[in-house]
């Protein structure tokens, strides 16, 4: 079991974040129009997956708008924000803030992904939502960068990620 923490309280966090160098795991998630996708859907792209419990918090906002802003200077590259919101929260956000560089996905319907990815917060208040983590895969879906941030209530280091876009 991992942990991080929320204001400082420790939270356990089942499953293990994909580690780099490795394939990542197999993804169902639901898209902003009720369709289940998979990361072949997005074949032939760098994914960013921007992992949150919720657009609905102030750190989870920021790093959506962050990402597509970032995202907005890649070549091929795809930022996917997964979380546990249910589409039409996750879009309504998305279009309130004017951000067309990311894909919000679900996981309303494929519980299953919290664990397969390491981000599945239990025995906690917040248990089915998403841990915050940061997954960069390649083209064919190797790990280039993974952060499973320790503090919740922080944002994730978007220089590493960026870098290994960049580099």
Not at 31 to 40: A, E, M, P
Not at 106 to 121: C, N
Request: net charge negative; with cysteine.
């Amino acid at each position: 079991m991992q942990h991080v923490t929320r204001a400082g309280e420790p939270m356990d966090v089942a499953g293990v974040i994909p580690s780099v160098g490795q394939a990542a795991p197999e993804m169902v998630l639901t898209d902003g129009n009720l369709q289940d996708v998979t990361l072949d859907t997005y074949a032939g792209k760098r994914k960013v997956l921007n992992i949150i419990p919720s657009v609905d918090t102030p750190t989870c906002a920021m790093s959506t708008r962050r990402f597509n802003e970032l995202a907005s200077n890649l070549d091929d590259t795809v930022v996917l924000a997964v979380s546990a919101d249910l589409p039409f929260a996750a879009q309504r956000f998305c279009g309130a803030e004017g951000l067309d560089n990311v894909k919000t996905l679900s996981t309303f319907r494929h519980p299953e992904f919290l664990e397969a990815w390491g981000v599945a917060l239990r025995n906690n208040p917040m248990e089915g939502l998403c841990a915050r983590a940061v997954v960069v895969l390649d083209i064919d879906n190797r790990v280039l960068h993974s952060e499973l941030v320790s503090e919740i209530k922080n944002e994730p280091n978007y220089d590493a990620a960026l870098a290994v876009l960049t580099a």
